[in-house]
């Protein structure tokens, strides 16, 4: 394609702006591998790119969106030729590199991931970045040695994009989830999706005592701050928490108390660096774990042209499960 539609973040002195334009082959960044994108996604990072809340781009002129999936085009990768589907989460894109909203991406080919059998390009994305990070925490929680055995597993943020896909996820490797929300209206989409119990967020929003009475074997939490903190105290004995996201703060007021008196875990859990291999274990087992009817029903898809209107409801936490867009 010689020319292509692409969302730009541009910044001058008076801040900086999103607006999209037509832009070139010549218009991108360095990179061995084409790509025609024909699906892409909305995240929360995503939403703090294009609004600017915080400092997630760090170049401009910047093309935002850290997923996408389509069609190489052009390849002087090994590992991939033209034709190939392919996906691709994080390593800076949309960050540092020219990213996913736009019609054409060239990136390094080592940060691709071939799509799994048995998804399509439009499933990939509504799982993206937000599910394929639940799985790393499903993952991570597993190689704990948490079972379904070992008792209820809780999902803060349930009814955003993290916690929607880790509901489903779960509850189809069968363990009992917990499901806590800010929006008591969505406990038929809760559990719908496979939870058991559904409680009022505002339960795990006080203080955080050093211990309290054990009510989870683990969790799986994008909220981070008080809340990371009252689930941390909440663990049973020898339990694990993956720690994922900060939609509430990147504060946790806790204390040592449930690590070493308990021997609870905090597992980290990063997406964007994570290496290759662990990557296409997540996707494999997102290809096999993850219900097809279950991810539709989180999933709307949008036109790509909405999302600078979406960008500040994802940050507000006003968007139900996962978004899709379609790039013409
Ligand atoms: P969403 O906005 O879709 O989901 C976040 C959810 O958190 C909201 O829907 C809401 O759920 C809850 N929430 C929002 N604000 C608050 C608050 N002040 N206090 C308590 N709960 C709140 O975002 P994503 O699912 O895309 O991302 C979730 C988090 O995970 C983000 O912080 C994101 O940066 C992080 N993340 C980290 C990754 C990594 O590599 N570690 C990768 C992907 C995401 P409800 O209404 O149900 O209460």
Known sequence: MQHFQALLITKDDSGQKAAWS?????DLMPGNVTVRVSHTTMNYKDGLAITGKAPVVRRFPMIPGIDFAGTVLSSEHPRYKPGDAVLLNGWGVGETHMGGYAQVARINGDWLVPLP???TAAQSMAIGTAGYT??????????????????????????????????????????RVIASTGRL?????????????????????????????ERWAGAIDSVGSSTLANVISMTSYGGCIAACGLAQGMDLPTSVAPFILRGVTLAGIDSVMAPLAKRQVAWTRLATDMP?????AMTVNEDIKAVTTLAPDILAGKIRGRVVFALP
Do not use: Q
């Open 185 to 213: 209206n969505e406990e038929p989409y809760l559990k719908s999706l496979g939870a058991t119990e559904v409680i009022d967020r505002s339960s795990l929003a006080g203080t955080p005592r050093a211990l309290n009475k």
């Open 117 to 119: 059998a048995g998804l």
């Open 292 to 296: 097809p009817a279950k991810l539709a």
């Open 134 to 175: 639940a799985m790393l925490s499903v993952l991570a929680l597993e190689s704990h040695g948490i079972t379904p055995a070992s008792g209820p597993i809780l999902v803060t943020g349930a009814a955003g994009g993290v916690g929607s896909v880790a509901t489903a996820l779960l509850a189809k490797l069968g363990y």
């Open 22 to 26: 037509e832009i070139g082959p010549a």
